[in-house]
Nanobody, 124 residues
Framework: QLQLVESGGGLVQPGGSLRLSCTAS????????IGWFRQAPGGDREAVSS????????LYADSVRGRFTISRDNTNGTVFLQMNNLKPGDTATYYC?????????????????WGQGTQVTVSS
């Protein structure tokens, strides 16, 4: 069974950067497309980015395109989300999730395994 673990969240000032990591405590990420999602208090879960199993064809939400970069290191079984120029509106709990198949999507319902989340707070 695949169990995902996120790390790298924290408190950062507006304009700052964080890098989130997603690894597997059981199983391996190599066989799955991976997505990053976020949920703010009182809000719906929204897609942030996703990446294919081989690391190609990244997808981004309009709200983060140009500021966030998704990548993966299959040698070490890790998917990263580099977040630059963070804004208060990026404050949320960030989750990574796995999808069977080659390509990533931006539909939460297509992902079958989710991590517990890591908190990102952007505030001065």
């Amino acid at each position: 069974q695949l169990q995902l673990v996120e790390s790298g969240g924290g408190l950062v000032q507006p304009g700052g950067s964080l890098r989130l990591s997603c690894t597997a405590s059981t199983g391996t990420l190599d066989d799955f497309a991976i997505g990053w999602f976020r949920q703010a208090p009182g809000g719906d879960r929204e897609a942030v980015s996703s990446i294919s199993r081989t690391g190609y064809t990244p997808l981004y939400a309009d709200s983060v395109r140009g500021r966030f970069t998704i990548s993966r290191d299959n040698t070490n079984g890790t998917v990263f989300l580099q977040m630059n120029n963070l804004k208060p509106g990026d404050t949320a709990t960030y989750y990574c999730a796995a999808r069977r198949g080659l390509i990533g999507t931006m539909s939460p319902g297509e992902f079958f395994s989710w991590g517990q989340g890591t908190q990102v707070t952007v505030s001065s």
